[in-house]
T-cell receptor, first 117, second 116 residues
């Protein structure tokens, strides 16, 4: 079984400031890691994912995340945020076993990012 | 290309009433999922399907039933609604990939259900 903890429920930040949204996971097996974004009154859409290889992953809209296996973390960062980045962000994991996992995602609780002018 | 479409988008029920949420995808995806989203709890998996005619329980299946009679449709039913089922429900789909968990989930826009 896996679990995901997003360490901040809300993150307020000013426009053009950098931001980091923190995510830690727990799993007894190797995992794939994802960040999804949910804009108000919409479904979730994929920001980026870590499958293998380089631990620094770049996604859409200037976001990136770094996989740290020893700290079991997958923090999301953006060097300069815009008003349009205001949304809720979800970290998620699925196990690598394939088979009966069927790509089921376990989500964190979500972090609401609010960008102020 | 509509992607994943959920109907209805809003519904208010009284305790004990029944209803069905419909999810339709036009991407020929094998896998489909129903999640519920509650404040501070993220998304939790209710049921999922790995192909036409198959369903399986997720993390919080009690009080819900599902059916996948056609590949493109995944129905979520509430037989006797309870206030605890007030939530936003999301359907998602994913194509069958070479490695089980790598594929992107495509989500619908959600169905907001209130049970009084």
């Amino acid at each position: 079984a896996q679990s995901v903890t997003q360490l901040d429920s809300q993150v307020p930040v000013f426009e053009e400031a950098p931001v980091e949204l923190r995510c830690n996971y727990s799993s007894s097996v190797s995992v794939y890691l994802f960040w999804y974004v949910q804009y108000p009154n919409q479904g979730l859409q994929l920001l980026l994912k870590y499958l293998s290889g380089s631990t620094l992953v770049k996604g859409i809209n200037g976001f990136e995340a770094e996989f740290n296996k020893s700290q079991t973390s997958f923090h999301l960062r953006k060097p300069s945020v815009h008003i349009s980045d205001t949304a809720e962000y979800f970290c998620a994991v699925s196990d690598r076993a394939g088979g009966t996992s069927y790509g089921k995602l376990t989500f964190g609780q979500g972090t609401i990012l609010t960008v102020h002018p | 290309n509509a992607g994943v479409t959920q109907t209805p988008k809003f519904r208010v029920l009284k305790t004990g009433q029944s209803m069905t949420l419909l999810c339709a995808q036009d991407m020929n995806h094998e896998y489909m999922y129903w999640y519920r989203q509650d404040p501070g709890m993220g998304l939790r998996l209710i049921h999922y399907s790995v192909g036409e005619g198959t369903t399986a329980k997720g993390e919080v299946p009690d009080g819900y039933n599902v059916s996948r009679l056609k590949k493109q449709n995944f129905l979520l039913g509430l037989e006797s609604a309870a206030p605890s089922q007030t939530s936003v429900y999301f359907c998602a789909s994913r194509r069958l990939g070479l490695a089980g968990g790598t594929g992107e989930l495509f989500f619908g826009e959600g169905s907001r259900l209130t049970v009084l």
